[in-house]
């Protein structure tokens, strides 16, 4: 396919403690879509630093709803690629040792402040109505309390070093400029006492090693991006380009839950739905192709696609168009096609009716 955008790499990376949402696979399709529009990779990583919650289902329901969808990738644990590791847990080694050039740098520094002085602090600070956050103690800790701290089996952290005056700017592709006072972020933790990374600092070493040109999350992700950017230029590298995408909420206007209907992409595969009319809806939730088509296919979707057509404002999940749409594929299908959808169904057993 010809194209006048330059090739870009996409990554889509999921942490594995529960079933992709919705709204999480919808963001998946948009890189998808961007990076088979403009020649380039897309890249699966599955985020699994927080072993607590680590769940395997939840990673096979990943790549299950993936396939259903035709999403197919170029990169990932299953395939490999010229980055591997695509297991944030396989990857570790590389995060504690950025965490410890950026306190050599005096970017960061360790903090050995425990759970229950934190949740103290936080207390003292709703009686006084303050807002909670971390007040920097760990900053005024010299190398040897810590180390007697670390031998003492008390838990330490890494947070990163937070200017208290000044402002942090970045310009969203969607959004426009955005801007941060820096009085409003606390010294945040990057590296945890089980030497395992936060997002903030994981996805951003990966990005980096990865060549990932351009980053789309949700727009709750937004308020994150001032303490991003500051971990970039404390290691030095470039950010990539951040595209905030709008949130999926329901024709009442209220957060997208199980009340508005499913809220996975398996849900709606096992209901009988056609994965083709599920690829087009969500495409549309948030994405416009130019006009009022609805009904595209997946190369006529691809061949639309661009960042400047994603809204900058909340999408509605509106089932009963979903149903429509369903209904409009499967009337398309031949009969051979039909009996091919139909049969699983037919021969399930009726305990899964």
């Known amino acids: 396919m010809t194209s006048t955008i330059p090739p870009v790499r996409v990554r889509y990376a999921p942490s594995p403690t529960g079933i992709p949402h919705i709204g999480n696979i919808r963001t998946a399709l948009f890189d998808w879509a961007l990076a088979r529009r403009s020649g380039g990779q897309f890249v699966v990583r599955i985020e699994d630093t927080d072993r607590s919650r680590y769940d395997g289902e939840a990673e096979k329901a990943i790549f299950d709803s993936l396939k259903w969808l035709g999403l197919d990738w170029d990169e990932g644990p299953d395939k490999g690629g010229p980055h591997a590791p695509y297991t944030q847990s396989e990857r570790q080694q590389m995060y504690v040792d950025a965490a410890a050039q950026l306190v050599e740098s005096g970017h960061a520094y360790y903090d050995d402040t425990t759970p229950e002085q934190l949740h103290a602090l936080r207390e003292r600070q709703r009686a006084a109505r303050q807002p909670p956050r971390y007040d920097g103690r760990g900053r005024h800790r010299s190398p040897e309390e810590i180390e ?18 000044g402002s942090v700017s970045f310009e969203d592709a969607i959004r426009g400029k955005v801007s941060f006072e820096l009085k409003e972020i606390d010294d945040f933790v990057i590296l945890k006492s089980d030497q395992m990374p936060t997002y903030h600092l994981a996805h951003i070493l990966d990005d980096h090693a990865m060549g990932i040109t351009h980053v789309l999350r949700g727009d709750d992700w937004i308020s994150s991006t001032p303490r991003h950017l500051m971990i970039h230029k404390a290691l030095g590298i470039e950010p990539p380009e951040y595209v905030h995408v709008p949130l999926i909420l329901g024709k009442d206007r209220a957060k997208l839950s199980k009340r508005h209907g499913a809220t996975s992409a398996l849900e709606y595969r096992d209901e009988g739905y056609l994965p083709e009319a599920v690829f087009n809806f969500l495409a549309l939730l948030g994405w416009s192709p130019g006009d009022d088509t609805e009904v595209l296919d997946r190369d006529e979707i691809v061949r639309r696609f661009s960042i400047e057509r994603i809204n900058d404002s909340p999408a509605t999940f509106d089932l009963d168009k979903l149903e429509w749409m369903n209904g409009v594929y499967i009337r398309n299908l031949d009969t051979d096609g039909l009996m091919g959808e139909i049969l699983p169904f037919m021969e399930r057993p009726a305990s899964e009716g």
């Open 148 to 165: 007697g701290s670390r031998q003492a089996g008390l838990p330490i952290t890494v947070r990163l070093k937070v200017p208290d005056h």
